[in-house]
């Protein structure tokens, strides 16, 4: 089945240390993104990439990083910059070929700072 | 530029009562229009979406929504809610005929009362 998949569902990290969020597409879209969610602030754009080893930044980018070494993956990197990063993080994929129809959405990783 | 409001951040209603929860946009070319449902700690799922032709689209499990536009205006309404409808709801748009990445309203969340 076709899907987009993020892993680990839920993540621990000690203050201080960095953490890789992964997330996999088997769609063949060439556009992914990464949004956060906090409570009562719908989705927030982080990066997103429209083709491989391009990316750009999104609203609240600083403090994260994102790589696009291939199409099937869009790994989301918070590194210890980012000062209040307990978050529900969302990855997404579309085909923005003449207008995207449709985004496709992971399960999301809930990452809780201890 | 493209953007979307939702108006209403929190929507309670009364079971078997109907609902509209409401979207507005804002876009200098023309655009497509979705809607999407959360479930609690899940991704987003798409509930439907406007492409062309009618304007009113409907969803299996009972939500439609009309595309209105002169209003501007992308409205979703259920005639008879259920608790299991209870979840957030999102509104978005993605312009037509582009390589351009989706625009998320803040989203609203249906409280289903008893």
């Known amino acids: 089945d076709g899907g987009i998949t993020q892993s680990p569902k839920y993540l621990f990290r000690k203050e201080g240390q960095n953490v890789t969020l992964s997330c996999e597409q088997n769609l063949n879209h060439d556009a992914m993104y990464w949004y956060r969610q906090d409570p009562g602030q719908g989705l927030r754009l982080i990066y997103y990439s429209q083709i491989v080893n391009d990316f750009q930044k999104g609203d609240i980018a600083e403090g994260y990083s994102v790589s696009r070494e291939k199409k099937e993956s869009f790994p989301l990197t918070v590194t210890s910059a980012q000062k209040n990063p307990t978050a529900f993080y969302l990855c997404a994929s579309s085909m923005p070929d003449r207008g995207n129809t449709e985004a496709f959405f992971g399960q999301g990783t809930r990452l809780t700072v201890v | 530029a493209q953007s979307v409001t939702q108006l209403d951040s929190q929507v309670p209603v009364f079971e078997e009562a109907p609902v509209e929860l409401r979207c507005n946009y804002s876009s200098s070319v023309s655009v497509y229009l979705f809607w999407y449902v959360q479930y609690p700690n899940q991704g987003l799922q798409l509930l439907l979406k406007y492409l062309s032709g009618s304007t009113l689209v409907e969803s299996i499990n009972g939500f439609e929504a009309e595309f209105n536009k002169s209003q501007t205006s992308f409205h979703l309404r259920k005639p008879s809610v259920h608790i299991s409808d209870t979840a957030e709801y999102f509104c978005?748009?993605?312009?037509?005929?582009?390589?351009?990445?989706?625009?998320f309203g803040k989203g609203t969340r249906l409280h289903i009362l008893p």
């Open positions: 978005a748009v993605s312009p037509m005929n582009r390589d351009d990445k989706i625009i």
